[in-house]
């Protein structure tokens, strides 16, 4: 399997706080990866390196064998890594429908020329993407939604629109930031059947932040252990559930 | 021309200790309320108008008219963030900048409608009262600003290091939300805050006042310099406006000696300018805390 | 030809060929000095405003130095067409031109930091913008300024010259340019680009996750909205013929924010709404400038704390609210279908 992102040696500090500590992992094509950690273990901020919100102080950043390491977001994300946030993040002010379009739209044509210059041309983006859209809104459910205002959405609704957008731009990579916090248990199985079927049917790669262990069981090829800016431990799920590193990280026994 | 140096470096002090004092308040407010408080000069120049108005008006010795002045300075701004800021604390960080910022003409234009723009003059006997320290001249009212300004620094010093709600307003520059859930009253520190800042600036307007004279556009430009401290020293971090201060009263001063007096304070926003060229957090860096 | 008028009649264009209708033949029923100058200046704020409703409405940045483009591009049309016999047009090329560069270095110069400080920073530039107007005397004559500025004239060789020296025809002039630059507001925010614009003002880090390059497209909103601060200024040079460094005004300032904020951030109808208003309203009352601007203060603060979407943001809302409640009572038996 073909690795697509290769994080090497990656450190990143705050003031006197380290926040990550020489981290290196890779994730291969077509695998779910899983990220778990204590809280304040440097998820997060790991993320943050790798999409390019946050420069890392030390270490290389690869994605398909070309460096990214601090690159700006919106370069990264162009090359086909998307990510998703903590707390729901959708375009409150647009409609669903418009968020589904926005988060495409970049990925077609990034040239203000065109866009005010060739009305025929945009006009024809826009019904692609409208098309992709409906697909994609209709194979979540929430097709129904479509016109309505994201902020008009229920929470794990807008969790939905959130995976929807992210979809959009079929990326090479999508990393979720805690897909399943503060999610009712029907829609965290029903987040993990979408996940599972990207995977299975379209090979898409993932790499996933939780805390939610049974949903990382389920779910996770592998998985990747932090603990306070370190990796501590990296294997199957079975594996690390009994790993006692990690035990002794979550409960510090 | 030695001596000229020194000269205008003393001054450069002086003007540093006014930009401090209204450049501390600024800090704070923006530290702990994450509010551009631009209605900040009209508090300094507030403060010298109650001045006028307790000074000359109504005849009071002039202590009594600046401690008065600070009163009701530290109220009104108490006023300020009732009336004004509260209500926009929650709805993001747009709408309370522009907000000051119409305070702030609101205020200009205020004072314009009911004492007239005509400047006018506040003298007082330490205006008058030179010193003259081998060759370097300043009255003695110059003098005071250093020494209030000073005082006023390592009183706030004192106050945010010991004193419990001194310490909440650090908690709450840090992290707001921590703060709160911990108990700290915010809304009540908020007027505290706002209270220390208009408080200072309104004494400085009212220690100033008298070396210039007063008119309602005074705080204008100052204010503008004010943030230039703000920002060079790194938004929210008090010492770093402080600084900030004096380099660019130092810079200034020395700037209108060698080049010209118009030019002092385009001198200053050019400093300004380079400084964020080259580290747009303010030389002292982000949030280093109050 | 059909598709295209279903779709500006469709979004609501067909108000705006009204109100460009409106505009134009506002000289067939008076000749009035009075009115046509008070509707000039609504043509001036209009296009001052337009370009602060892109930053403040559009990226969501809170730029104060919209007056900085309308001197830039007053004190460039007046110099050349005064000094250096520079024909009308060409003026106000240059003056667009050197708005756009202005616009440009500023912008690059105040994105560097935090948006709180960029207010600020664009502030400074207009002082100090202003402070070299009244100092490098050579090039803009300083306090005095620059009189005796002529009107517009274009000419055309073998045809022959225009100059617009009436009222009316300076109303046409400034309605032409009106025509114009609404026509590329409202392209611009019905267009992927205003789309982006307001990914970036809703939720910066969002749209960057999404690809957007905030960075270039703030400058994007302020270089337009510079440039038609700098044709704002050509105008107002030839029309008031005269030319002084209190036009880097904070005056002008709170009136463009008021306009803004009243009308609606971030709708072009709310500009237009907003600019009508607080031109024809002063002119009507008649006050004192002190007065009136200690009244926008009160007002605009009273605005930001009961309704700062603005009298057209109102009117969205409850536009959406009424739709919504139709659709709620239609849908009301499946809601339970897929909730969430």
Redesign the interface.
């Known amino acids: 399997m073909k690795s697509l992102l290769e994080i090497n040696d990656v450190s990143k500090h705050f003031f006197a706080i380290k926040a990550l500590n020489k981290v290196n992992l890779d994730l291969k094509e077509g695998e779910i990866l899983g990220l778990i950690g204590p809280n304040g273990s440097g998820k997060t901020t790991l993320f943050n390196c790798i999409t390019g919100f946050y420069m890392p102080d030390g270490g290389k950043i690869y994605f398909e064998e070309e460096e990214i390491t601090g690159l700006p977001p919106h370069e990264i994300a162009l090359k086909g890594m998307v990510r998703t946030f903590q707390l729901v993040h959708v375009f409150r002010k647009m409609t669903v429908i418009e968020n589904m379009i926005m988060a495409l739209q970049q990925f077609q044509d990034t040239s203000v020329i065109n866009t005010l210059f060739r009305p025929r041309y945009i006009e024809k983006l826009e019904e692609e993407a409208i098309e992709k859209a409906e697909k994609i809104l209709d194979f979540l459910g929430i097709l129904f939604l479509k016109d309505n205002y994201a902020s008009e959405l229920s929470y794990g609704q807008q969790k939905l629109l959130e995976i929807g957008m992210s979809l959009m731009p079929s990326p090479k990579v999508l990393m979720l930031d805690e897909p399943t916090a503060a999610v009712n248990p029907t829609m965290i199985n029903k987040i993990t059947q979408i996940i599972k079927k990207l995977n299975s049917e379209k090979n898409q790669t993932f790499f996933v932040i939780e805390h939610n262990i049974d949903f990382i069981m389920d779910l996770c090829n592998r998985v990747v252990v932090l603990d306070h800016g370190e990796k501590i431990a990296e294997g199957k799920p079975e594996k690390i559930k009994e790993d006692p590193k990690v035990i002794e990280a979550y409960f510090g026994v | 021309m030695n001596g000229s140096i020194i000269q205008y470096l003393i001054n450069g002090v002086f003007e540093g200790s006014v930009y401090a004092m209204i450049a501390v308040g600024l800090s704070l407010i923006f530290g702990i309320l994450e509010v551009v408080n631009f209605a900040h000069g009209e508090f300094y120049m507030l403060g010298a108008v109650f001045l006028f108005v307790f000074f000359k008006i109504l005849g009071m010795p002039y202590w009594i008219g600046v401690i008065l002045s600070v009163m009701f300075m530290a109220a009104f701004g108490v006023l300020v963030e009732r009336l004004t800021i509260r209500p926009l604390i929650g709805k993001g960080w747009l709408l309370p900048i522009i907000a000051t910022f119409a305070l702030s003409l609101g205020l200009q234009n205020f004072i314009i409608v009911t004492f007239g723009s005509t400047p006018k003059p506040v003298v007082t006997k330490y205006a008058n009262n030179v010193i003259d320290i081998g060759g370097i001249y300043f009255t003695q009212q110059r003098l005071f600003i250093l020494i209030f300004a000073m005082t006023a620094f390592v009183l706030l010093h004192i106050f945010l290091k010991k004193t419990k709600t001194g310490k909440a307003m650090r908690a709450i520059s840090q992290n707001r939300d921590a703060a709160q859930i911990v108990g700290i009253d915010t809304n009540k520190i908020y007027m505290i805050t706002f209270a220390i800042g208009s408080g200072l600036a309104g004494l400085a307007g009212a220690i100033v006042g008298p070396i210039y004279v007063i008119y309602p556009t005074m705080g204008a430009l100052l204010s503008l310099k004010a943030f230039a401290c703000v920002i060079m020293g790194g938004f929210g971090n008090v010492k770093g406006a402080i600084y900030s201060a004096y380099i660019l009263g130092i810079i200034g001063s020395l700037g209108a000696s060698f080049v010209s007096q118009t030019y002092k304070d385009i001198i200053i926003f050019a400093v300004l300018i380079c400084v964020l060229l080259v580290r747009p957090h303010g030389i002292f860096g982000k949030k280093v805390g109050i | 030809m059909k598709r295209l008028k279903e779709l500006f009649v469709a979004r609501g264009f067909i108000l705006y060929i009204l109100f460009f209708i409106g505009l134009s033949i506002v000289p067939v029923f008076t000749s009035s000095r009075y009115i046509l100058n008070m509707l000039i200046y609504f043509g001036m704020y209009l296009l001052l405003s337009m370009g602060l409703n892109l930053m403040?409405g559009g990226v969501?940045l809170?730029a104060?130095c919209t007056p900085l483009f309308f001197g830039v591009g007053a004190y460039t049309s007046a110099i050349l067409t005064t000094f250096h016999n520079f024909p009308f047009l060409g003026g106000l090329l240059l003056g667009m031109v050197f708005s756009a560069v202005v616009a440009y270095v500023v912008g690059i110069?105040a994105l560097?930091?935090?948006?709180?400080?960029f207010?600020?920073?664009t502030?400074?530039f207009m002082?100090?913008f202003q402070?070299?107007a009244?100092?490098w005397v050579s090039l803009t004559k300083g306090p005095m300024g620059i009189p005796g500025i002529p009107r517009p004239s274009i000419s055309i060789p073998s045809i022959g010259t225009w100059t617009f020296d009436t009222p009316t025809e300076l109303y046409y002039l400034i309605t032409v340019l009106v025509i114009i630059s609404v026509v590329v507001f409202y392209?611009?925010q019905n267009?992927?680009?205003g789309?982006?614009f307001?990914?970036i003002r809703?939720?910066e880090?969002?749209?960057?996750?999404?690809?957007?390059?905030?960075k270039k497209y703030k400058i994007?909103a302020f270089v337009i909205g510079g440039i038609f601060g700098g044709i704002a200024g050509s105008y107002y040079a030839h029309y008031v013929k005269f030319v002084s460094p209190e036009i880097f005004s904070?005056?002008l300032l709170?009136t463009l924010?008021i306009i803004v904020?009243v009308g609606g951030a971030g709708y072009l109808e709310g500009v237009i709404i907003g600019a009508f208003l607080f031109t024809v309203i002063p002119e009507a009352l008649r006050l004192a400038p002190?007065?009136r601007?200690?009244i926008?203060?009160?007002l605009?603060?009273v605005i930001?704390?009961k309704a700062?979407e603005g009298v057209y943001g109102r009117y969205k809302e409850k536009m959406?609210r009424l739709v919504?409640q139709k659709k709620t009572k239609e849908k009301k038996g499946d809601l339970h279908e897929?909730?969430?």
């Open positions: 403040i969501g809170l104060l110069l560097r930091v935090s948006y709180h400080a207010a600020i920073i502030l400074a002082i100090i402070l070299v009244y100092d392209r611009i267009s992927r680009l789309r982006t307001i990914s809703e939720d880090p969002l749209a960057e996750a999404y690809g957007v390059d905030s994007i904070m005056y709170t924010l904020i002190e007065i601007d200690l926008y203060a009160l605009l603060i930001l704390i700062p959406r919504l897929v909730s969430a």
